[in-house]
């Protein structure tokens, strides 16, 4: 002990040793906790501002589908007439915007009766390029054999605004009003140009023309993922008397009768509604081929409880236009 200095100043070996390793993992757990909580907490604020900015995009459509039933656009009126060649548009998709491209399509409305040999709805007999595929082949039915490459899906919602922006200004002009980050051209190439659009130059050429053709556009949340839309509602389950007047489009049974059911219990007009926070997760390849029940009508068909309901966890945070209809659908029929 050094001179002078009693053993009760003499420094603590104590207080002169390291940390052991048990209390840096304690330390490392702690500030771990600490973190996870912030970046939780921050996420779930996240999406709760995203989840306002969608409900209105979601209402603004809503008000433009309205709008467009408002309108009555002359392809709702001209298409009722049951002369050969007309497409009825009206048995199809009642007063509302459609919600397949196939309609503007060389094929037109799918099963339509004795067409001619150009049907599409597009004003001047334009055509999507490149073609939407298959007539009987539903939209939102991702990564299947022989189906169009998912870059060209979500043609619900494409053909929702393509039926505005083509049939009604008025509906067109609340569109409009949607935020830029929510509106998105479908798909582009490298030098950014649309890769699909309605052919509307005079030489119907499938090339894109600045001048003359409308891409294809879609509307998305504040996820980036684009919105869903139902307006089939022409579905005859029991084969009754109107199955004669509705057999130009029973192309894909189960499809149409959960579009029906979905709108027949949103009181008879089109379902609108966003995938939510885990939407892109919903929409991905994994989760497409695994479970066919993450989409809203696969979900709906292959319920197992005593009826139908969009009881799948990747469906529970749907946001919809119309409030109360999650609470409706997740009750079932």
């Not at 600045?210 to 307006?231: H, N, Q």
């Not at 579009?259 to 991905?284: A, C, H, M, W």
Request: charge should be negative; aromatic fraction near 8%.
């Amino acid at each position: 002990m050094p001179r002078g200095l009693s053993y009760r100043e003499r420094p603590s070996t104590r207080s002169l040793r390291a940390f052991t390793l048990i209390e840096l993992l304690v330390v490392f757990v702690i500030i771990a906790v600490l973190v996870s909580s912030v970046l939780v907490g921050g996420t779930v604020l996240i999406n709760k501002a995203r989840t306002r900015d969608t409900q209105v995009v979601l209402q603004l459509v809503r008000d433009a589908v309205d709008e467009f039933q408002r309108d009555k656009p002359a392809i709702i009126e001209v298409s009722q007439k049951r002369s050969t060649g007309r497409i009825r548009y009206m048995n199809r998709y009642g007063q509302y915007p459609a919600d397949e491209l196939e309609m503007f399509s060389k094929q037109g409305l799918p099963g339509s009766i004795a067409p001619p040999s150009n049907r599409s709805l597009a004003v001047g007999k334009a055509e999507i390029v490149p073609a939407p595929g298959a007539s009987k082949y539903p939209s939102m039915v991702f990564y299947k054999v022989g189906n169009p490459a998912p870059e060209y899906e979500h043609r619900d919602v494409a053909a929702l605004v393509l039926s505005i922006e083509t049939y009604s200004a008025p509906a067109a002009l609340i569109l409009s009003k949607i935020p830029e980050d929510n509106r998105q051209i479908a798909c582009v190439d490298a030098a950014g140009n649309p890769k699909q659009f309605l052919d509307r130059d005079s030489s119907k050429n499938g090339t894109w023309d600045d001048d003359t053709d409308t891409p294809v556009r879609l509307i998305v949340d504040s996820w980036g993922v684009p919105l869903g839309y139902f307006a089939q509602r022409d579905y005859d389950p029991d084969g009754g008397a109107s199955a004669a007047a509705l057999t130009e489009s029973r192309n894909c049974a189960d499809w149409n009768q959960a579009s029906t059911e979905f709108i027949r219990i949103n009181g008879g007009k089109p379902v609108i509604f966003s995938y939510g926070p885990n939407g892109r997760d919903q929409l991905s390849k994994d989760v497409q081929t695994a479970d066919n029940t993450a989409s809203l009508v696969g979900d709906w068909m292959d319920s197992t409880d005593s009826s139908p309901r969009i009881n799948n966890p990747y469906n529970t945070d749907n946001i919809y236009a119309d409030p109360g209809l999650a609470e409706k659908l997740s009750a079932g029929s």
